[in-house]
T-cell receptor, first 114, second 115 residues
Framework: GENVEQHPSTLSVQEGDSAVIKCTYS??????FPWYKQELGKRPQLIID?????GEKKDQRIAVTLNKTAKHFSLHITETQPEDSAVYFC?????????????FGTGTQLKVEL | NAGVMQNPRHLVRRRGQEARLRCSPM?????VYWYRQLPEEGLKFMVY????????ESGMPKERFSAEFPKEGPSILRIQQVVRGDSAAYFC?????????????FGNGTRLTVT
């Protein structure tokens, strides 16, 4: 089955700096890659996603890049703010009509310091 | 449009008791997924259901765990004879389709504590 690895496990940045989180996946047939943000004790919230027919997607301060050949994708957060502090999870799945079963990475604890 | 609703938010059970976790998907969503999250870990897939059907239960333990999504009412994740290792946060997610543009939206989870 699919295996997703995520690095780093913790990341501290100064407010205003950029943060980058990287994930690799094992199944070359995976075609959907979402990112979720989870604050302490709360639900995972979808912040951005990308499909395999696209190499990059941007939404305000958040961007995701995908390299299908290398089987890795990254989350980029620019101009970080204290409210960006949370755990971020990457995930991968194959959309084949049989559901959207996500395999998650182990998470990155992002801390934005003042 | 209310999001995915899960209840209870917190559930405490003694070893050997049964735990029932409920999930009402977002309006218009007919696909439900259950995930388990252990402390400081990622989410692990358990089961995927559509109305009245289990589509994929490859992540579900073979014993003591069962799930249903009846024609009427919420999806239920049932854990019989709970053990301490079942303590975790259980999240439900729903989507409106099986593929295409059907991202998963998660509920707030049920935090199960087994004493």
């Amino acid at each position: 089955g699919e295996n997703v690895e995520q690095h780093p496990s913790t990341l501290s940045v100064q407010e205003g700096d950029s943060a980058v989180i990287k994930c690799t996946y094992s199944d070359s047939a995976s075609n959907y890659f979402p990112w979720y943000k989870q604050e302490l004790g709360k639900r995972p919230q979808l912040i951005i996603d990308i499909r395999s027919n696209v190499g990059e997607k941007k939404d305000q301060r958040i961007a995701v890049t995908l390299n299908k050949t290398a089987k890795h994708f990254s989350l980029h957060i620019t101009e970080t703010q204290p409210e960006d502090s949370a755990v971020y999870f990457c995930a991968a799945s194959k959309w084949t009509g049989g559901g959207n079963k996500l395999t998650f990475g182990t998470g990155t604890q992002l801390k934005v310091e003042l | 449009n209310a999001g995915v609703m899960q209840n209870p938010r917190h559930l405490v059970r003694r070893r050997g008791q049964e735990a029932r976790l409920r999930c009402s998907p977002m309006k218009g969503h007919s696909h439900v997924y259950w995930y388990r999250q252990l402390p400081e870990e990622g989410l692990k897939f358990m089961v995927y259901l559509q109305k009245e059907n289990i589509i994929d239960e490859s992540g579900m333990p073979k014993e003591r765990f069962s799930a249903e999504f009846p024609k009427e009412g919420p999806s239920i994740l049932r854990i019989q004879q709970v053990v301490r290792g079942d303590s975790a946060a259980y999240f439900c997610a729903s989507s409106h389709g099986a593929g295409g543009n059907s991202p998963l939206h998660f509920g707030n989870g049920t935090r199960l504590t087994v004493t």
